[in-house]
T-cell receptor, first 114, second 111 residues
Framework: DQQVKQNSPSLSVQEGRISILNCDYT??????FLWYKKYPAEGPTFLIS???IKDKNEDGRFTVFLNKSAKHLSLHIVPSQPGDSAVYFC?????????????WGLGTSLAVNP | EPEVTQTPSHQVTQMGQEVILRCVPI?????FYWYRQILGQKVEFLVS????????KSEIFDDQFSVERPDGSNFTLKIRSTKLEDSAMYFC?????????FGPGTRLTVL
C-alpha cells in the first residue's frame, strides 16, 4: 500500500539555500495534506498543511505547493537552517466528517549543512 | 503552549503480557488517534476515537487492542497479549480543527 510516497529518503542542502521535499500520492480522494517534522526520540511536529482547494500555502520560511492534476506536493524551506535538519513526513487524509485518519509517507531525512 | 503527553516513554514487556499505554491529549480537542511506527517502516494508523467511541480502526487493530478514555482526560491503548511484532513506537495524537498534534511516543519492546 503506497498511497503516499516520498521517493527521496534523504536530502542534503547548504545553510541559506532552498530545501525542496517532494511527495506523491495515488488516492484522488485525499483532500487534505500535511507536513510533519520529526527529530529522533520525539513525536512528529506539525509544520504546515494545505487543503485540496488551494495550490499554495505559506507560513514563514515554509511553503507547500499542491499540484492536484499531478497528485504531487512539495515543501519548500527558504532559507534552510541547520535546525531544520530532521525527518520530514508527508501525510494525507480524505474527508470523513472530522475523523481524519492520516496516511503517511516513509519520510525524507533532511540535513542542512552549515 | 498545550501539548500531548504520553507515558511511559519506554515499556519493556514479555510476550503474552498486557500493556497499557497512556496519553493525555490537548484539553479542548475532541478527536483522538493512536498510530504506530515499526522501526524502518511507515507511521501506521491504528484507531480514531470520538465521543467516547471508536470512529475507525485499521486491520492492525484486532481484538487484542482496545482504547478508552476512562476519566475525560487520559486516553489509553491496551494490548491484551503482546506479540513480538507489536514492538514499535506508539504515538497518540489529538485533533483540533484539521491538524493532529502528536505526543512524544512510547517505545514498546516485546521480548
Amino acid at each position: 500500500d503506497q498511497q503516499v510516497k516520498q521517493n527521496s529518503p534523504s536530502l542534503s542542502v547548504q545553510e541559506g539555500r532552498i530545501s525542496i521535499l517532494n511527495c506523491d500520492y495515488t488516492n484522488s480522494m485525499f483532500d487534505y495534506f500535511l507536513w510533519y517534522k520529526k527529530y529522533p526520540a520525539e513525536g512528529p511536529t506539525f509544520l504546515i498543511s494545505i487543503s485540496s482547494i488551494k495550490d499554495k500555502n505559506e507560513d514563514g520560511r515554509f511553503t507547500v505547493f499542491l499540484n492536484k492534476s499531478a497528485k504531487h506536493l512539495s515543501l519548500h524551506i527558504v532559507p534552510s537552517q541547520p535546525g531544520d535538519s530532521a525527518v520530514y513526513f508527508c501525510a494525507a487524509s480524505e474527508a470523513a466528517g472530522n475523523n481524519r485518519k492520516l496516511i503517511w509517507g516513509l519520510g525524507t531525512s533532511l540535513a542542512v549543512n552549515p | 503552549e498545550p501539548e500531548v503527553t504520553q507515558t511511559p516513554s519506554h515499556q519493556v514487556t514479555q510476550m503474552g503480557q498486557e500493556v497499557i499505554l497512556r496519553c493525555v491529549p490537548i484539553s479542548n480537542h475532541l478527536y483522538f488517534y493512536w498510530y504506530r511506527q515499526i522501526l524502518g517502516q511507515k507511521v501506521e494508523f491504528l484507531v480514531s476515537f470520538y465521543n467516547n467511541e471508536i470512529s475507525e480502526k485499521s486491520e492492525i487493530f484486532d481484538d487484542q487492542f482496545s482504547v478508552e478514555r476512562p476519566d475525560g482526560s487520559n486516553f489509553t491503548l491496551k494490548i491484551r497479549s503482546t506479540k513480538l511484532e507489536d514492538s514499535a513506537m506508539y504515538f497518540c495524537a489529538s485533533q483540533g480543527y484539521n491538524e493532529q498534534f502528536f505526543g512524544p511516543g512510547t517505545r514498546l519492546t516485546v521480548l
